[in-house]
Every structure is written in structure tokens, then in C-alpha cells.
């Protein structure tokens, strides 16, 4: 008898290769569906859980998500996302030599101050005795006086401005600007990342 023998080349018998095996009952096919968000620029970079691989890809969207950012809106807001703390944008300050060339000017004032308040509080002395003893133009004059050292008083209280040369003054505006514009933008930006 010939050819129907153990397997032959065209026998009928139970197949060995992988044609006929049965794939079990835990099968899910080889396609898996990728999410996407909202954002065509994070591609697959999605927040997701529920399987086993949820920590890395989250570690691995946050990533991907601050590299976005930094690069779309600026390195402020990508700082804050990354090290996770609001980032405070530091005032504009003068510089050491502005602020000592001040210190002496307001030395320099402080002296002045001083010396006019005591020659002040002499004249008044001085108008004083002339009213107690009659002089008619005493008073108007004692009266001017009190004046001139109320408003000495008040200008005192005051703290002295720093003066500026121009450069130093178009310096100082633009740090103010670049300040001012920086802390908007951030404000902005923060809520362009919360909705993305």
C-alpha cells in the first residue's frame, strides 16, 4: 500500500504545524489600540492606568508633556512643571553702586535736615522772646516759621528717591518691563498647561 503512511505529503492525518493549533482562551490578537489626547503635537504621550505599564508610560508622558511646554511656551512655566514648585520671578534691583551713591545722598540730606531744624528751632527761640515783647511783625513771622518746620517735618518722613542718570533710568525701565512681561506671561502660560 502506498501513499497513506504516517503523515505523509498528502495524508489526511492529524496536521503538526502551526496552522491548525488552537490559540487558547486568553488570545487578544495582536492589534492594541493606541489613545491619543487632545494635543496632535503629544501624539500618544497620554495620562492613562489600569495596566501594568501605566507608572512608566505616566513617568514617560510627564516628561514629554514638559518638553512641550518648555519649548511652546517658555522655560518659566516648563521649570515649574518639572520641579514641581511655583517658580517667583525676582524684582528688578539697582546695582551696588547705585544703591552707596545713594546711601551718601541721603547722608548727605539727613546732615542738612538736622542743621536746618536747628536753626529753625533757634529762630523760633528768637521770634518767640521778640512777640512777648511786642513787636508787631513777631507773630507773621513766628507764624511762617511753624510752617516752614511743619513741612520740614513732613518732607522728612519721606523716604529720599533714588536718582538715576539716563542710561541708569533706561536701564532700570527695561529690567521693570522685562519683569512685568515675564509675570504675565507665566500667569498666562500656567493656564495654558493646567488645560492641556
Known amino acids: ?37 487632545l494635543s496632535a503635537a503629544l501624539g500618544i504621550n497620554v495620562f492613562d492606568y489600569g495596566h501594568k505599564a501605566a507608572a512608566d508610560e505616566m513617568r514617560t508622558s510627564w516628561e514629554k508633556l514638559v518638553e512641550y511646554v ?21 524684582q528688578p534691583f539697582h546695582s551696588l553702586a547705585i544703591m552707596t551713591r545713594h546711601a551718601h545722598r541721603v547722608t548727605m540730606i539727613e546732615t542738612a535736615r538736622t542743621n536746618l531744624a536747628q ?32 513741612e520740614a517735618a513732613f518732607e522728612a518722613a519721606e523716604d529720599v528717591p533714588i536718582q538715576l542718570t539716563d542710561s541708569e533710568k533706561s536701564e532700570n525701565s527695561n529690567k521693570w518691563r522685562t ?11 500656567r493656564g495654558q498647561a493646567f488645560s492641556l
Do not use: C, F, W
Not at 26 to 34: D, F, I, L, Q
Not at 70 to 90: A, F, H, K, M
Open 119 to 150: 536753626a529753625r528751632e533757634a529762630q523760633r527761640t528768637m521770634l518767640q522772646q521778640a512777640v512777648d515783647d511786642g513787636e508787631l511783625e513777631a507773630p507773621m513771622r513766628l507764624a511762617l516759621l511753624e510752617n516752614e518746620i511743619a
Open 70 to 90: 518648555g519649548t511652546t511656551y517658555g522655560p518659566d512655566i516648563s521649570n515649574e512643571l518639572q520641579n514641581r514648585q511655583e517658580v517667583v520671578i525676582p
Open 179 to 189: 519683569y512685568r512681561e515675564r509675570t504675565t506671561l507665566l500667569t498666562k502660560h
Open 1 to 37: 500500500m502506498t501513499g497513506r503512511g504516517r503523515g505523509g505529503a498528502g495524508g489526511r492525518g492529524r496536521g503538526r504545524g502551526p496552522r491548525n493549533r488552537s490559540r487558547g482562551q486568553n488570545y487578544t490578537g495582536s492589534t492594541r489600540t493606541t489613545k491619543k489626547g
